[in-house]
T-cell receptor, first 113, second 116 residues
Framework: GENVEQHPSTLSVQEGDSAVIKCTYSDSASNYFPWYKQELGKGPQLIIDIRSNVGEKKDQRIAVTLNKTAKHFSLHITETQPEDSAVYFCAASMTGGGNKLTFGTGTQLKVEL | GAVVSQHPSRVICKSGTSVKIECRSLDFQATTMFWYRQFPKKSLMLMATSNEGSKATYEQGVEKDKFLINHASLTLSTLTVTSAHPEDSSFYIC????????????FGPGTRLTVT
């Protein structure tokens, strides 16, 4: 089955700096890669996703890049703000796999003033 | 759009009792819903996939007789934890797949279960 690894497990940045979280996946058949933000005591919130037919997607301060050959994808947050502090999860799934998501282990992002 | 609700948000029950958690898609039809369990500071662990009108598919190691799942309509799935024990205490989260999309899943706010 699919295996998703995520790094780093914790990340501390200064407000205004950029943050990058990286994930690798094992199954080349995976074709959908969402990123979720989870605040304490709440459910995950979809913040951006990318499909395998594109290499990059951007939404304001958030961007995701995908390298299918290397089987890795990354989340980039620019101009970080304190409200960006949360746990971020990457995930992977494939059509025909019942849309089941395989999650990474999560990254605790802390944006310091 | 794509709002998923869960009820209750928190529940405390005694050992041996059963508790039901509801998951609703509020503004879209969800042919597929998923139930996850999350331990503190850990990732989400998929428990089962629930398809409307059919039996749920459980992940390996998840007891189907203990975690009863019903998906009676396109907007409602329920998870019943039967004969709960303290080790069942956890954060349970559902997600719903929009039938109009092959990919996206939207998550509910979660239910904190504490078994005393």
């Amino acid at each position: 089955g699919e295996n998703v690894e995520q790094h780093p497990s914790t990340l501390s940045v200064q407000e205004g700096d950029s943050a990058v979280i990286k994930c690798t996946y094992s199954d080349s058949a995976s074709n959908y890669f969402p990123w979720y933000k989870q605040e304490l005591g709440k459910g995950p919130q979809l913040i951006i996703d990318i499909r395998s037919n594109v290499g990059e997607k951007k939404d304001q301060r958030i961007a995701v890049t995908l390298n299918k050959t290397a089987k890795h994808f990354s989340l980039h947050i620019t101009e970080t703000q304190p409200e960006d502090s949360a746990v971020y999860f990457c995930a992977a799934s494939m059509t025909g796999g019942g849309n089941k998501l395989t999650f990474g282990t999560g990254t605790q992002l802390k944006v310091e003033l | 759009g794509a709002v998923v609700s869960q009820h209750p948000s928190r529940v405390i029950c005694k050992s041996g009792t059963s508790v039901k958690i509801e998951c609703r898609s509020l503004d879209f039809q969800a042919t597929t819903m998923f139930w996850y369990r999350q331990f503190p500071k850990k990732s989400l662990m998929l428990m089962a996939t629930s398809n409307e009108g059919s039996k749920a598919t459980y992940e390996q190691g998840v007891e189907k007789d203990k975690f009863l799942i019903n998906h009676a309509s396109l907007t409602l799935s329920t998870l019943t934890v039967t004969s709960a024990h303290p080790e069942d205490s956890s954060f349970y989260i559902c997600s719903a797949g929009n039938s109009g999309s092959l990919y996206e899943q939207y998550f509910g706010p979660g239910t904190r279960l504490t078994v005393t």
